[in-house]
Each structure stands twice: as C-alpha cells, then as structure tokens.
C-alpha cells in the first residue's frame, strides 16, 4: 500500500499517480476551493526521482532561474560530466562549470554537496527519515538550503507532506487560484498549506500543475520520471 495514511498520524512515500489521486480527493474535502483548482490544473504529475546525487544536482542547478534555463544548463553538465558523481564534479574544474553556464554559487554549490557525499552523506538514507530531520541534515551543507531540501524530499522520497513555501512559482500560483492580491511571500504561505496537511506534497504538486496551465510554462524544478500508473 503506497501514500495512504496509515493509522492516524502516519503517512508513507508517494510513489504511484493513485496516491496522487488520493491526496486530491482529500485536499477537495478539506479545503472545497481547491475543486476548481483541480479541473483548471489538469494532469496533475507525480514527479519522482531516483533518489541520490543526480537528483540533487539537478535540483541545486534549478535554484532561482526559469525551467527552461535549468533544463539547458543541466543539460550541458551531464554531457560534460559524464558520469556525473560527486568525484566526477570534484575533478571537473572550473573551465567545465563555466562551458556548462553554472553560475560561481551554483558551482560552489555542487562542489560542497559532492564533498559531503564523498565524506559520507547518505543521500538515500535521507530519504526515509522524518521531514525535519532530513533537512535539517541536508541544509547543513552549504549550497543546500531549505528549498532545495524540501525539493529533493518532495521527487526523491515521495514525501507526502512539505510545501516548498520559498518557491516563486507556488506562490504566483496560489496567488491567482486564492484571489491573493499580491501573491502570498513565503511565511503567508507556510500559514496558509499549513492547513493542507497531511497533503501538502499533493498541493505542491497540484499548483505547480495549476500553474503550467495558466502561465503556459512549467515553473516545477526538475525530476527525472519514474512515473508508474
């Protein structure tokens, strides 16, 4: 049994698009303004990743640019860097890191997440530990902060309920389908999915889908599917 609770208070990982299901009929009895949300949102994916330095990677390159950009930089580092592991970036160099168009933080960034892998993170082990300590664990690490975090439990361990309450594009989203005028900054946000719980990785998922549809452009960071039915 994926995603479903489990007792009361315990929730397991997302891993299939019913447990995508399940969580928008939930979070349209829990908050009923989310039904015209769903039909405007269409497909609503299951974005998972397999969990390790690939993914974070990927997501640590997404960090503050457009989809399109992030795709494009990505793109250009794995064909550069191939296999593209933690002793692969270390020994990359910097002409590498500027061919592929990561910025100096982003390549900072990389290159502490890839000592700290080398030294013995486990990047999958996060992935079956509780919300906060994961992250708490993870943005010790500098160049992972509490959105890249978040992202990475959202896609890498199916975590059912965070809310990356930082991301622009939720809280544009959010904004729209609410009647939030301006959108929500991030601790309006955190206030506000607080009441989506135990959902959130649901609602996540449900307005980056919301804002695709409306904006045109997908504003979700990047996961490589493992999308089952």
Same mark, same amino acid.
């Given at each position: 049994?994926?995603?479903?609770?489990?007792?009361?208070?315990?929730?397991?990982?997302?891993?299939?698009?019913?447990?995508?299901?399940?969580?928008?009929?939930?979070?349209?009895?829990?908050?009923?303004?989310?039904?015209?949300?769903?039909?405007?949102?269409?497909? %609503?994916?299951?974005?998972?990743?397999?969990?390790?330095?690939?993914?974070?990677?990927?997501?640590?390159?997404?960090?503050? %640019?457009?989809?399109?950009?992030?795709?494009?930089?990505?793109?250009?580092?794995?064909?550069?860097?191939?296999?593209?592991?933690?002793?692969?970036?270390?020994?990359?160099?910097?002409?590498?890191?500027?061919?592929?168009?990561?910025?100096?933080?982003?390549?900072?960034?990389?290159?502490? %997440?890839?000592?700290?892998?080398?030294?013995?993170?486990?990047?999958?082990?996060?992935?079956?530990?509780?919300?906060?300590?994961?992250?708490?664990?993870?943005?010790?690490?500098?160049?992972?902060?509490?959105?890249?975090?978040? %992202?990475?439990?959202?896609?890498?361990?199916?975590?059912?309920?965070?809310?990356?309450?930082?991301?622009?594009?939720?809280?544009?989203?959010?904004?729209?389908?609410?009647?939030?005028?301006?959108?929500?900054?991030?601790?309006?946000?955190?206030?506000?999915?607080?009441?989506?719980?135990?959902?959130?990785?649901?609602?996540?998922?449900?307005?980056?889908?919301?804002?695709?549809?409306?904006?045109?452009?997908?504003?979700?960071?990047?996961?490589?599917?493992?999308?089952?039915?």
């Amino acid at each position: 049994m994926h995603g479903a609770l489990v007792g009361k208070d315990i929730m397991q990982r997302i891993a299939t698009l019913d447990d995508i299901g399940r969580g928008l009929d939930a979070l349209c009895i829990i908050d009923p303004r989310l039904a015209k949300v769903r039909d405007m949102a269409g497909e %609503v994916p299951l974005r998972l990743s397999e969990p390790g330095f690939r993914s974070l990677a990927s997501i640590i390159v997404s960090q503050q %640019v457009s989809r399109a950009s992030a795709d494009a930089i990505f793109g250009r580092l794995v064909g550069l860097v191939d296999p593209l592991t933690p002793q692969a970036i270390l020994a990359a160099g910097e002409d590498v890191f500027r061919e592929a168009g990561l910025s100096r933080p982003k390549q900072r960034g990389l290159l502490a %997440v890839s000592q700290a892998v080398v030294d013995g993170l486990d990047l999958h082990h996060l992935c079956s530990l509780d919300a906060a300590d994961a992250i708490t664990a993870m943005t010790a690490v500098s160049g992972i902060g509490p959105w890249t975090a978040e %992202v990475y439990l959202l896609f890498a361990a199916g975590h059912p309920d965070i809310f990356p309450a930082r991301d622009v594009a939720l809280q544009t989203a959010v904004g729209h389908a609410l009647g939030i005028d301006p959108r929500p900054p991030e601790k309006t946000l955190i206030r506000l999915a607080e009441s989506w719980s135990p959902w959130r990785g649901v609602a996540s998922r449900l307005f980056w889908a919301y804002y695709r549809e409306t904006r045109g452009r997908d504003g979700a960071p990047p996961s490589e599917s493992l999308e089952k039915a």
